[in-house]
């Protein structure tokens, strides 16, 4: 389930990234 849990916070900080750029 950590697996999980990291995927999500990439998939988030990601977002927040293309958002910015």
Do not use: N, P
């Not at 389930?1 to 750029?21: I, L, N, W």
């Amino acid at each position: 389930m950590e697996t999980f849990c990291y995927m999500k916070g990439a998939v988030r900080h990601r977002e927040s990234q293309r958002v910015s750029h």
